[in-house]
């Protein structure tokens, strides 16, 4: 697909216009995962709500979303229409608000953080937040993982430290140690610091297997509590689970500073670093102080 912007919130796709009611109906599907709840949300009929769909999944020539259980989820396509949408309300929007993208753990946590500035949180993955962070559509950029800053060398300041826990259902058999995780069946996160994990079972030569991947840790969460022999590894400030691996996958969230022109960047930065490690360690993280 060829994506060009066009107007306010639109986007031209192979010379088909899509506009904004179409970002605020995928978006909100995002959030509620019920075509329903979320017709109700934007005030309008389930028939209106779904006849944007079917419209933009008939000049697309693909799905959008698809039926998961009683819900209703976007699709993969559905998912790249939401980000591009976004990628581009970012670029277009002038505003004095310090803009800030990143890993859905990292701004989940800035996002919980009570603050005086104004500010505009946008979430996707570390991969997807990075490419918006070349663009200069933002201010600050944030890193579930730091992987990313380290294999380009690019300066980052931690804000918080935080650890991955072993995550199933309570049908699940009962894991007391390392070697009881030979050959269980895992839910890889991509772009998330699950690599942790996976390192720390090849060096304690632990065979396993990745069954399937996601991009949401919410989703992985989600398919492992619904089955008795599939497991995941989760960041422990969202998540209960066995921690095991605490020592091994131990990592830090992390900013980038992207714009240098806002003096109010900085001063967010000192804020969070200096200001803001109570609230951090309020929300499950261990704090840099």
Known sequence: MKFQSKGLISLKINNEIYDYKLYQSLNSLSQTK???????????????FNKRILKAEEKLGEK??????NGTELTE??????????????QIEKTPKINIVGGHISTGLIESISTPFDINIYSSSDEDAFELAKRGAVDILTLDDPLIAYERDINFMPIAYDYLV????PQSKKIDSISDLEGL????????AQRLAWNSLNHYDIEYNIKDSVNSQFD??????????????LNASYFKGNDLLKYDTQHVISIVK?????????????FLINNAQKDIENQGFKPML
């Open 34 to 48: 019920s075509q329903r709840k979320s017709a109700k949300k934007l005030n309008i009929s389930h028939t209106v």
């Open 64 to 69: 959008i979303t698809k039926k998961v259980g």
């Open 77 to 90: 396509t559905g998912i790249k229409l939401l980000e591009e949408f976004k990628k581009y309300l970012i």
């Open 166 to 169: 072993l995550v199933s259902s």
């Open 185 to 192: 069946d895992f839910i890889n996160v991509n772009g998330s």
């Open 220 to 233: 992985a969460f989600k398919i492992v509590r619904n089955s008795k022999n599939l497991y995941t590894f």
């Open 258 to 270: 992207v714009n240098d022109d806002k003096s109010e960047v900085d001063e967010f930065i000192k």
